[in-house]
């Protein structure tokens, strides 16, 4: 039997202040170097996801952008991606201007991956999340909406408050053509309203990358909504103790929290 163990980030292997524990980064090194086949699946890009995880061994692809990639962390190359169509620009475009939403959108111009916003159309939480990144080169200010859906995009994501998204998220789901998130961002007061392509779920390209690796079971691990599709294609799924009640509703088991080592206690005292 060929298991493949996946971990959600923030909130499940990474704890409160955002960080791996050294128990956690030392008990799940050693499994792997003892055969443990074990990968990530997060909302972050690639490069956020190896800031928080530095010093974990990832000699696996790990998945990113809530399903959009799978990637070689060490070569960077993208074995798995997912695009909007042209058709799914334009409608995901005229509904920001119909709802008069600016949000951040992630794509690649010329091959060269690009996150841009509408320069002096952002608001509080935007501002926020743009400063976060400081000096960080894929950064792109526009001047219009145009400009802003340039190129192959991959990720749309309106940041605010749960009341101002709520409208615009449900007539975004309601075209049944993607797949949306609206969640509590974890470590803010704001919510996520974020635009994906239709396939883009942690759980579709998990199965994408226990094919690849060919594997015969799943073992997952999250705390949040969007490991609701993780959990649903799973053998067997743990939520953390600070999980949200809709994932623990339908996991094998609720384990400790992040804070007190959950997932690689559970490891450390299951893995075979």
Known sequence: MKVLYVSDLDG???NNNGKLSEYTV???NDLVSNGMLFSYATARSLVSASNVTNGLITDIPVITKNGIFIENVHSKEKLYSLIFTEEEKMLIMETMEKYSIYPLVYGFINGIEKKSWLENKENEAIKNEINSWKEDPRLRSVNNINELFLGE???VNCIGYKNGLTDVYN???ETGKFSCLLQKEYYSEYYWFEILPKKATKGNTILVLKDLLKCNK???FGDGLNDISMFKISDESYAVENAENELKN?????IKSNDNNGVA???KNNYE
């Open 12 to 14: 499940t292997l990474l």
């Open 26 to 28: 030392n008990t799940i």
């Open 153 to 155: 995009i991959y990720h």
């Open 171 to 173: 007539y975004i789901l």
């Open 218 to 220: 799943i073992i997952s």
């Open 250 to 254: 339908i996991a094998t088991g609720i």
């Open 265 to 267: 206690q559970w490891l």
